[in-house]
């Protein structure tokens, strides 16, 4: 009975979908436009709000998953977190003055989505944010990021059945592996850059 009562006060205390997209766009725009922001920088504010590991699992898909040996699992979620984290800060980067404009936030359970249009200069761009609730805390958590209506997950999910496929589980973790490295190295050398230019008197 108190556990019960002790989850309904979590679950009601928790913010909702839309607060925590709000919330999680209002902090990378902060991040984004501080001085000396770099992919990095932003990485750190943006996983505060996007499960990456949930992200990677998905687009996984649940057979593959099941199939991995502990280790596996492991590494696999820790490479693409990586590469996730370098993507996703290098972008949320390169739209530090973009508006956004919310719409309604629809749940179903413990999924739920909040639609939002960003605008980046004149460009107008649809982008609907998929979330879930975490079973331990009640938390609304990101998981997938839909751009124009295309899925982060489903685009993942599509290149890993094709490199599964191709060279098995072995080789799709090799490409991630290649992938984060590059990411990574770019991001480094563009704050390596900026820091040189802010230094410049």
């Given at each position: 009975?108190?556990?019960?009562?002790?989850?309904?006060?979590?679950?009601?205390?928790?913010?909702?979908?839309?607060?925590?997209?709000?919330?999680?766009?209002?902090?990378?725009?902060?991040?984004?436009?501080?001085?000396?922001a770099t992919a990095q920088s932003l990485a750190s504010v943006v996983e505060k709000f996007v499960d990456f590991e949930e992200l990677a699992k998905r687009a996984l898909g649940d057979k593959t998953?099941?199939?991995?040996?502990?280790?596996?699992?492991?590494?696999?979620?820790?490479?693409?977190?990586?590469?996730?984290?370098?993507?996703?800060?290098?972008?949320?980067?390169?739209?530090?003055?973009?508006?956004?404009?919310?719409?309604?936030?629809g749940v179903d359970g413990?999924?739920?989505?909040?639609?939002?249009?960003?605008?980046?200069?004149?460009?107008?761009?649809p982008v609907e944010y998929r979330l879930y609730r975490t079973s331990a805390t009640g938390a609304w958590r990101i998981y997938d990021v839909i751009t124009d209506e295309v899925s982060l997950v489903d685009t993942y999910k599509g290149q890993f059945r094709k490199l599964l496929a191709d060279k098995g589980f072995d080789?799709?973790?090799?490409?991630?592996?290649?992938?984060?490295?590059?990411?990574?190295?770019?991001?480094?050398?563009?704050?390596q850059k900026s820091a040189e230019q802010t230094a410049v008197p």
């Open positions: 009975m108190i556990a019960s009562l002790l989850a309904a006060t979590l679950l009601a205390a928790a913010p909702g979908p839309l607060t925590v997209v709000q919330s999680g766009n209002a902090d990378v725009q902060k991040a984004a436009n501080a001085p000396g998953w099941a199939g991995l040996q502990p280790a596996q699992r492991k590494e696999f979620t820790e490479t693409m977190t990586g590469l996730l984290r370098a993507s996703y800060a290098q972008k949320a980067l390169g739209q530090a003055q973009a508006q956004v404009k919310y719409g309604e936030e413990n999924e739920a989505s909040v639609g939002t249009t960003v605008t980046v200069k004149k460009d107008a761009i080789g799709l973790l090799s490409t991630l592996k290649s992938k984060r490295t590059q990411l990574e190295k770019e991001n480094a050398a563009s704050a």
